[in-house]
């Protein structure tokens, strides 16, 4: 929403706008860091903070889109194909050109 509002604002005032975005690494900058030694009030509040899927999920059950049951399925579901594919990734043989040939 807010980057159409931003696109709208310099489209119709033919003038820039800066959108600030403020996020964070919920698991720190990589898979050593551990953010918990430097910033420990910062990311106890970030572990006890739901996820963006649980806080999505609620938002859905609660607007009757899905059930808390949907939301469990889908959740499985996803994680199933996250692991195949993961299992498939050893057969996978990179030639050196095929990142030409690929539509991003």
């Known amino acids: ?62 607007a009757g889109v899905v059930g808390a049951s949907d939301t469990e399925a889908m959740s499985q579901a996803i994680l199933i194909q996250l692991h195949a594919e993961h299992a498939e990734r050893s057969r996978y043989k990179q030639d050196g050109l095929d990142w030409l040939r690929e539509i991003y």
């Open 1 to 62: 929403r807010v980057f159409g509002l931003a696109a709208d604002w310099r489209a119709e005032f033919n003038r820039d706008i800066v959108v600030v975005l403020v996020g964070y690494r919920r698991f720190g900058h990589n898979e050593l860091d551990n953010p918990e030694v430097t910033q420990p009030i910062s990311y106890g509040r970030l572990r006890r903070h739901p996820t963006v899927a649980e806080i999505y999920a609620r938002q859905l059950e609660e």
